[in-house]
């Protein structure tokens, strides 16, 4: 089964298919909410979601995958989503635990690495919606993540390749104190303007002049002469994005000039029940595809490693 086909049901189940837009921006696994805050500076009205806030925004919950695939639904034509979903599953520190070394879906003997693959799947489903609705998206994660790999994901954005940018930022540049490079993919055409942004060489001098500045990682050799890695404690304060990055971005959407804040907003692109999303797309299956939302199918209140809470019967679709 498609993903329009799947998603339909959640629409018409929460009384959503006659409602219009709302917003203007949705920021997915926002923590600092720098991107919507920043956008709101620029008279947006941006929504910003993260489990951190509230346990419901968890997408790997029922209520949380209706939470996002709503708050798409309810974005305006030319509107935003950014998702910046967790990446320490991904990266290139943390590939050897999570066996994403040996298969981008990694030793799925694990809850977490389970989760993870499954929370990629769901978000696809968003991106999905968004394409069909006509509303922008963006995936941020570090450059050195193998997430782009997964499947599901991959299969959507070989599909819609025609469609999208890609832009390689330096968060360095923006103040951040330590080098970290991000890649962002989607088919906001602002992405062209922050594409490229690097570190000048005195920029570099003088972070590495810097004392204090954040030493993300621990690099050392084995008795055998083996490289080994891991992370500090310096590395989770470089997940919230500098200021600057956040301000940069919302003025590239605003001069983009495809999402006018001082004009109504539009509603969304209709979608159709006929819609085969899932034709084209090799190799992903119907049980895959069941897999990936067997809580909701199931009628289980949450995936295995989401959030713990009270949440409502979800719906089966």
């Known amino acids: 089964m498609g ?5 339909i049901p959640i629409i018409l189940a929460l009384g959503l298919w006659g409602t219009g837009p709302d917003k203007h921006v949705v920021e997915e696994f926002a923590g600092d909410a720098q991107i919507a805050g920043n956008l709101r500076q620029m008279g947006y009205v941006a929504l910003a979601l993260d489990s951190r806030y509230e346990k419901v925004h968890d997408v790997l919950t029922a209520k949380g995958f209706y939470v996002l695939i709503a708050s798409v639904w309810t974005t305006c034509l030319g509107g935003l989503l950014w998702l910046a979903p967790p ?10 635990s999570t066996g994403r070394h040996l298969h981008v879906l990694g030793d799925r003997a694990y ?4 989760a993870q693959n499954a929370l990629v799947a769901r978000i696809t489903y968003a991106v999905v919606l968004c394409i069909k609705r006509g509303v922008h998206w ?10 782009w790999d997964h499947p599901r994901l991959q299969a959507v954005l070989g599909k819609y390749k025609n469609m999208t940018y890609t832009a390689t930022v330096e968060l360095g540049t923006y103040n951040l104190e330590a080098r970290k490079e ?26 590495n002049m810097d004392e204090d500045r954040k030493r993300t990682a621990k690099h050392w050799k084995t008795a055998d002469g083996r490289p080994m890695s891991r992370a500090t404690e310096d590395l989770k304060p470089t997940q919230s994005y500098p200021l600057g990055f956040g301000a940069a971005n919302a ?19 209709r979608i159709s029940s006929d ?12 049980s895959d595809d069941d897999e990936y939302l067997k809580d909701l199918l199931n009628g289980i ?9 009270e949440f409502a019967v979800p719906l089966l679709v």
């Open 3 to 7: 993903y329009i086909k799947r998603i």
């Open 87 to 96: 990446c320490s599953s991904w990266v290139w520190m943390s590939r050897s």
């Open 111 to 114: 809850a977490n690495v389970r």
């Open 138 to 147: 963006i995936i941020e994660q570090p450059s050195s993540s193998v997430m």
């Open 182 to 207: 991000l890649r962002l993919v989607g088919t906001s055409p602002h992405l062209r303007a922050l594409d490229g942004t690097k570190m000048t060489a005195e920029q570099r001098m003088y972070m």
């Open 251 to 269: 003025v590239a959407f605003y001069d983009e000039g495809i999402c006018d804040p001082t004009q109504p907003m539009q509603p969304g692109l």
């Open 275 to 286: 819609d085969d999303e899932s034709a084209g797309i090799e190799d992903l299956t119907a």
């Open 301 to 309: 209140d949450m995936w295995e490693g989401a959030s713990e809470g």
